[in-house]
C-alpha cells in the first residue's frame, strides 16, 4: 500500500457562512475546493469514524437508571444492556475504535512534527489545542454539579460518567507530549509496548498479581496504535503485507484471549463486572486495536479515492471541524436528555432497565434526540476549540 505524502491533517477552514447558506450540495462543493490537494482525506475519514464509533459505544450501551426515595431527589446509576444481553457483545466489536482514535493521532503528530520547529513550542501548541475543549467541559460542569446537588440528586455517578472520556483524552495528551521522543523509537516500539501489557497480564491473571497492576497497561495499551501511527508516517507500515498481518493476527489474537484465556467477550467497560479490557485495558483490547490498525492500512487507498467525492467528504470534514467538541460533550448531551425527562415517567429507552431487547429499539428512537442535543453543545462550545487552536499556533511562534 502507498501512503500519500501529506501533512498533518488541519481542520479545513470554514468559509464564512459555508453552512447557513445553499445546500448540501453546495456546502460539500465549497469544503472541496477549501481542502488543499496535498491533504490525506482517508485519514480524517478514519478519525471521524473513530469518533463516531466512541460517541455511538455510549449512547448504546449506557443507560441511566434513577431511583427516588420519598422526599429524596434522584440517584442515578449506569446500567449497560451488555450485561444483560450478552449476546450484544459483538456490538462493542464494531463500536469501540478508541485504536483507531490513537493510531490517527500517533500518525498525525507525526507528520506535523516533521515540520521546520521546535519541538517545545510544538508540544506547547499542540498541548494547548488538546487540552482547552476539556478544560471548558469540567468548568461547565462545576455549576451544574452544584445545581444537581441543590436539587437532591446525587451528582456524582453523573459526574463519573462524564468523566469517563476524558481519561483517555488525559493519555492521549501525555502521548501527544512525548511524540518528539516516540518518533525517535524504531520500527519495533509498538511491540514492545505490547509485551509489556501481555507481561502485567500474566501477573495479573496468571500469577494473582495485585490488581492495581492493571493500570500500569493504561499508557502502554494505547502507546502501541500510537507508535503504530508514527510508523506510518515513518512510511513503515506501507506493505499490504503488514497490513495483513496486523489485521489477521490481532484478531486471531483475540479471539483465542476471549475463548480460551478467560478474557471478557465485550470489547468495552461494563458496571460491575470483575475484568474489564478496557478499564485498565487487557491483551485482549491490544490484539484487537491492532486488528482494527490492520483493517485500517488496507483500506486507506480504497477510503481516499471515496473522499474525492465532495458528498462523501463533506460530513468528514465538517465532523473534524469539531472532533474535539463532539468527544468531550457527546456524555453530557445524553444525561440532559436523560435528566430532563425523567419528571415525565419512566420513559422506554431512557429510563428503564436495559434488560430485555425492546430496549435496543427503544434507545435507537433516541440517538436523534441525543444528536439534536450534542449539537446544541457543539454550537456553543465550538468556538473554544478553534480558539485553542488558534492560541497554541500563537504561542508556538511567540516562543520559537
Not at 448504546?60 to 429524596?72: K, Y
Not at 502521548?175 to 509489556?196: D, E
Not at 513503515?236 to 503485507?241: A, V, Y
Amino acid at each position: 500500500m502507498t501512503v500519500e505524502p501529506a501533512l498533518r491533517p488541519r481542520p479545513v477552514p470554514e468559509p464564512d457562512g459555508l453552512a447557513r447558506r445553499g445546500s448540501f450540495g453546495a456546502l460539500a462543493r465549497r469544503l472541496d475546493a477549501a481542502t488543499p490537494e496535498h491533504r490525506d482525506r482517508a485519514v480524517d475519514a478514519l478519525r471521524a469514524f473513530a469518533i463516531l464509533g466512541v460517541v455511538l459505544g455510549h449512547w448504546l450501551v449506557t443507560a441511566l437508571v434513577a431511583s427516588s426515595a420519598p422526599g429524596d431527589g434522584h440517584t442515578w446509576s449506569a446500567r449497560s444492556p451488555l450485561s444483560f444481553l450478552p449476546s450484544l457483545a459483538p456490538v462493542s466489536w464494531v463500536l469501540q475504535t478508541l485504536a483507531l482514535f490513537f493510531f490517527v493521532g500517533g500518525y498525525s503528530a507525526a507528520r506535523s512534527l516533521r515540520r521546520p520547529q521546535r519541538a517545545g513550542g510544538w508540544v506547547r501548541a499542540r498541548s494547548v489545542r488538546l487540552g482547552t475543549p476539556p478544560a471548558v467541559l469540567v468548568a461547565a460542569w462545576v455549576p451544574l454539579t452544584l445545581l444537581l446537588a441543590a436539587t437532591g440528586t446525587d451528582p456524582m455517578p453523573l459526574v463519573r460518567l462524564m468523566y469517563s472520556p476524558l481519561w483517555f483524552l488525559c493519555v492521549f495528551i501525555g502521548l501527544t507530549a512525548l511524540t518528539p521522543l516516540l518518533a525517535r523509537c524504531g520500527p519495533y516500539a509498538a511491540a514492545v509496548a505490547a509485551a509489556v501489557v501481555g507481561g502485567v497480564d500474566l501477573v495479573r491473571f496468571g500469577l494473582d498479581g495485585p490488581a492495581w497492576l492493571g493500570w500500569l497497561n493504561v499508557p502502554a495499551a494505547w502507546a502501541v496504535p500510537y507508535l503504530l501511527g508514527i510508523a506510518w508516517a515513518k512510511g513503515r507500515l506501507g506493505s499490504r503485507r503488514t497490513a495483513v498481518v496486523l489485521l489477521v493476527g490481532g484478531a486471531a489474537a483475540a479471539v483465542a484471549l476471549v475463548a480460551f484465556a478467560g478474557y471478557p467477550a465485550s470489547m468495552v467497560g461494563l458496571p460491575g463486572a470483575r475484568v474489564s479490557n478496557l478499564s485498565p485495558p487487557t491483551a485482549a483490547a491490544v490484539a484487537f486495536g491492532a486488528a482494527q490498525v490492520g483493517a485500517a492500512l488496507l483500506l486507506h487507498d480504497r477510503l481516499a479515492r471515496w473522499m474525492r467525492r465532495p458528498l462523501a467528504w463533506a460530513p468528514v470534514a465538517l465532523a473534524n471541524l469539531s472532533a474535539m467538541t463532539v468527544f468531550c460533550w457527546h456524555q453530557t448531551a445524553f444525561m440532559l436528555v436523560t435528566i430532563v425527562t425523567r419528571p415525565f415517567g419512566r420513559l422506554p429507552g431512557l429510563h428503564d432497565v436495559p434488560d430485555h431487547w425492546s430496549w435496543i429499539a427503544a434507545r435507537m428512537a433516541w440517538l436523534p434526540v441525543f444528536a439534536s442535543v450534542l449539537a446544541g453543545c457543539r454550537a456553543v462550545f465550538q468556538r473554544f476549540e478553534g480558539t485553542s487552536v488558534t492560541r497554541g499556533r500563537r504561542r508556538c511562534r511567540r516562543h520559537d
